[in-house]
């Protein structure tokens, strides 16, 4: 099969090495000019120009934000993922929270600012715990979560990112966070699938907010609460404009309420990756069935539990810092099990790998797992070959996200509906 991943930032460059041994022709391109060196060596370079979406078996968009692009390939050729209603239900964080309200998801109480002033004049007036989330693009740091009003308007006051021009106030929930993602193939919900992520960067869920730093996920046998009462409820609204491709659902519960936080309909992380280790299929072609409306066959998935841990050196998770010359050497990673290890910021010379000087993440491997613990240690296995210097990743995934697990169990979430 002939595919085209189309990537505004490269963050689907590894699924580039996945097809092509699984015997797949892959063409990547790249909207950012500063990814174009990303796999450098591992992967082919990118296209210097978008070709043609008619001469691909498949298209493939790993993000949001190119929803016209992505909307016109489909009109000419099976195409997975992105929209303009992708684009606007990730980066339009008001359009977002609004379209869950509309399906009947709840929402924790909230307000939009486009003024810190104002923003520090309804928090003393309010007196509430709330979480700050930027509008449009920003840092993954730049979501904070307040220990008090105090502490945000001192966040706001002090340390508010420059980028953040407007942003939302949301009430704290106490709960317990987890995504739900399922793929829509214009008529129905397949893959069905749980991630519980860790965010924080350092042991005990402290220090600057990375979007991940590692996580586990599984595949229900069976569409369950979490799903009812949540992801599902968008199905109408997917229908009426024609969306194709995989969507998440980013909640919180509690023992009776679950809340939507926020929508991923992309490649979400280092989920989707965990995703291609237990799909019974191989991902080409379950890509290629869900793009033309038809049903993958799914039997068992090959473990119950996938998870990653990421890796990196510093100056990571800084955002602030000059494109390093100098490159890390990476040492114990098979590139013949790629499909086992997620790679990022990561270049190859001759038989050397590096890392690529851009951000600092190497990546992630993957680990399955009959328990939550036996597929982290699958990881921590692959994480204890690697000869790296000053490598860094957090040491306490199982344990946090098993306490999260179990709370979902106890709490009657994961009991299925049918």
Same mark, same amino acid.
């Given at each position: 099969?002939?595919?085209?991943?189309?990537?505004?930032?490269?963050?689907?460059?590894?699924?580039?090495?996945?097809?092509?041994?699984?015997?797949?022709?892959?063409?990547?391109?790249?909207?950012?000019?500063?990814?174009?060196?990303?796999?450098?060596?591992?992967?082919?370079?990118?296209?210097?120009?978008?070709?043609?979406?008619?001469?691909?078996?498949?298209?493939?968009?790993?993000?949001?934000?190119?929803?016209?692009?992505?909307?016109?390939?489909?009109?000419?050729?099976?195409?997975?993922?992105?929209?303009?209603?992708?684009?606007?239900?990730?980066?339009?964080?008001?359009?977002?929270?609004?379209?869950?309200?509309?399906?009947?998801? *709840?929402?924790? &109480?909230?307000?939009? #600012?486009?003024?810190?002033?104002?923003? !520090? @004049?309804? $928090?003393?007036? %309010?007196?509430?715990?709330?979480?700050?989330?930027?509008?449009?693009?920003?840092?993954?740091?730049?979501?904070?979560?307040?220990?008090?009003?105090?502490?945000?308007?001192?966040?706001?006051?002090?340390?508010?990112?420059?980028?953040?021009?407007?942003?939302?106030?949301?009430?704290?929930?106490?709960?317990?966070?987890?995504?739900?993602?399922?793929?829509?193939?214009?008529?129905?919900?397949?893959?069905?699938?749980?991630?519980?992520?860790?965010?924080?960067?350092?042991?005990?869920?402290?220090?600057?907010?990375?979007?991940?730093?590692?996580?586990?996920?599984?595949? *229900?046998?069976? &569409?369950?609460?979490? #799903?009812?009462?949540?992801?599902?409820? !968008? @199905?109408? $609204?997917?229908? %009426?404009?024609?969306?194709?491709?995989?969507?998440?659902?980013?909640?919180?519960?509690?023992?009776?309420?679950?809340?939507?936080?926020?929508?991923?309909?992309?490649?979400?992380?280092?989920?989707?990756?965990?995703?291609?280790?237990?799909?019974?299929?191989?991902?080409?072609?379950?890509?290629?069935?869900?793009?033309?409306?038809?049903?993958?066959?799914?039997?068992?998935?090959?473990?119950?539990?996938?998870?990653?841990?990421?890796?990196?050196?510093?100056?990571?998770?800084?955002?602030?810092?000059?494109?390093?010359?100098?490159?890390?050497?990476?040492?114990?990673?098979?590139?013949?099990?790629?499909?086992? #290890?997620?790679?990022?910021?990561?270049?190859?010379?001759?038989?050397?790998?590096?890392?690529?000087?851009?951000?600092?993440?190497?990546?992630?491997?993957?680990?399955?797992?009959?328990?939550?613990?036996?597929?982290?240690?699958?990881?921590?296995?692959?994480?204890?070959?690697?000869?790296?210097?000053?490598?860094?990743?957090?040491?306490?995934?199982?344990?946090?996200?098993?306490?999260?697990?179990?709370?979902?169990?106890?709490?009657?979430?994961?009991?299925?509906?049918?």
């Amino acid at each position: 099969m002939k595919i085209l991943i189309v990537s505004p930032h490269g963050d689907g460059v590894w699924y580039v090495a996945l097809l092509q041994r699984a015997g797949h022709t892959v063409d990547w391109i790249v909207s950012s000019a500063k990814d174009v060196d990303t796999l450098k060596g591992i992967v082919p370079s990118p296209l210097s120009s978008v070709p043609n979406p008619a001469s691909y078996d498949l298209v493939v968009f790993d993000s949001s934000g190119l929803g016209d692009a992505a909307d016109s390939a489909r009109t000419v050729t099976p195409t997975i993922g992105s929209s303009r209603l992708a684009d606007s239900l990730e980066s339009d964080r008001i359009f977002g929270i609004e379209a869950m309200e509309q399906v009947g998801i *709840p929402v924790p &109480p909230w307000e939009s #600012f486009d003024d810190p002033a104002s923003a !520090i @004049a309804w $928090l003393k007036k %309010e007196q509430v715990r709330c979480v700050l989330k930027p509008i449009g693009e920003a840092p993954s740091d730049a979501t904070y979560v307040s220990k008090s009003p105090e502490d945000m308007i001192s966040y706001i006051e002090t340390r508010l990112h420059k980028k953040v021009k407007s942003f939302v106030l949301q009430e704290y929930v106490i709960g317990t966070e987890v995504s739900t993602e399922a793929w829509w193939t214009g008529s129905e919900w397949i893959a069905l699938n749980h991630t519980l992520e860790e965010k924080k960067f350092m042991a005990g869920s402290i220090g600057p907010n990375t979007g991940c730093a590692g996580n586990v996920l599984w595949m *229900p046998p069976k &569409p369950n609460q979490l #799903f009812e009462r949540g992801l599902a409820k !968008i @199905a109408p $609204l997917l229908r %009426e404009h024609n969306f194709v491709g995989m969507i998440d659902l980013n909640t919180i519960v509690t023992e009776g309420e679950i809340y939507g936080l926020e929508w991923t309909p992309r490649f979400g992380y280092e989920g989707t990756c965990n995703l291609t280790r237990l799909l019974p299929i191989e991902f080409g072609e379950f890509l290629y069935k869900i793009a033309i409306g038809e049903t993958p066959t799914l039997a068992q998935p090959r473990a119950k539990f996938a998870a990653t841990v990421r890796v990196s050196v510093p100056p990571y998770p800084s955002a602030e810092f000059s494109r390093h010359k100098d490159q890390v050497p990476i040492r114990g990673i098979d590139l013949d099990k790629l499909e086992s #290890f997620v790679l990022y910021d990561v270049q190859k010379d001759g038989d050397c790998l590096a890392t690529g000087g851009g951000y600092q993440v190497i990546g992630s491997p993957i680990g399955l797992g009959e328990t939550i613990c036996g597929a982290v240690g699958e990881v921590e296995t692959a994480i204890g070959r690697l000869d790296v210097p000053n490598l860094q990743w957090r040491n306490d995934i199982a344990t946090c996200c098993e306490k999260r697990y179990a709370m979902l169990r106890e709490c009657g979430w994961l009991r299925s509906t049918l």
